[in-house]
């Protein structure tokens, strides 16, 4: 009964494995086939001939360097801003005592659970009354607003694991308020900025219903919004867009694999605590 168990888990698992990792494989090969008709007539299967030059299309015709580039600075910047506003919210809420400090927690909170979409008029409004449409700073703004409720509850059940007797001593030793975020808690809380940063990061590498709604230039064009300019009213290049897709996904990909470890071990501290 055991092995037949155990047989079961693992089927079950590889399943999952597969559906998860198929349309990766799916779209890898494509992005190699020769045109649309191969791809109608062969989508399952390996390219006939392999096509680099589809990479070549991707990165050089459709000026993917300069999209990567505008990528690049939002998602970093954006995870900046995410990070200082969400540590420096986070140490009040766990080390310092005030009225309606639950309140305020469940409130940000409760942002996690609200659909992106309900926040498309309001930033849109917004950020036409600051004058920055059209502009990579309106997405580092909005990417890092958005981000902040899941930051916030990460980094607040971090820094409840902290002991307090850390700050306690500081304190006798002359540490200031300012002395005890920077030199202390932001030190010892490295996992969960790890975790909070990675989450921010990944979004604000792939978001595309807000960088459409609020760009419309080449200028301030993102990855994600410039591989929408594959098609066009008479022709699509779909094998160039699956290449782009795939050199997309890759700067993801390299963020989880480098702090995968911070990320789980951000994600279960305060688990066990209590």
């Known amino acids: 009964m055991k092995a037949l168990l155990n047989t079961l888990k693992w089927i079950i698992l590889i399943f999952f494995l597969f559906v998860a990792l198929y349309p990766l494989i799916w779209l890898l090969l494509a ?10 007539q062969n989508p399952f299967g390996f390219p006939e001939k392999w096509m680099f030059v589809n990479y070549y299309t991707a990165i050089v ?7 990567f580039i505008h990528s690049i600075i939002v998602a970093f910047s954006a995870v900046f801003v995410n990070l200082l506003v969400a540590s420096m919210t986070s140490f009040v809420i766990s080390r310092e005592e005030f009225k309606g400090k639950n309140v305020l ?3 940000l909170a409760a942002g996690i659970l609200l659909p992106i979409i309900s926040f498309m008029v309001p930033y849109f409004t917004i950020i036409q009354k600051m004058r920055l449409y059209d502009s990579l700073l309106a997405l580092i703004l909005v990417y890092s607003a ?5 930051s916030v509850f990460l980094l607040t059940s971090f820094m409840d ?16 308020f300012v002395q005890r975020f920077t030199k202390i808690i932001v030190p010892l809380s490295q996992t969960g900025l790890a975790t909070a940063g990675t989450f921010c990061f990944i979004y604000s590498w792939n978001e595309f219903i807000m960088a459409l709604l609020l760009t419309s230039s080449e200028s301030s ?15 699509t290049n779909y094998t160039a867009m699956y290449a782009a897709i795939v050199i997309t996904i890759v700067p993801s990909i390299i963020v989880y694999f480098i702090f995968h470890n911070k990320i789980i071990s951000g994600l279960t501290a305060g688990a066990v605590k209590g």
């Open 31 to 40: 992005s190699f086939k020769t045109n649309n008709l191969e791809l109608q």
């Open 146 to 150: 958005i981000n902040i409720p899941i």
């Open 105 to 107: 927690l469940t409130v």
């Open 61 to 67: 015709k459709a000026k993917l360097p300069a999209l």
């Open 161 to 176: 694991s902290i002991p307090r007797e850390l700050e306690e001593a500081a304190t006798i030793d002359g540490a200031s």
């Open 221 to 235: 064009r993102t990855l994600q919004l410039g591989i929408r300019f594959f098609t066009s009213q008479f022709v």
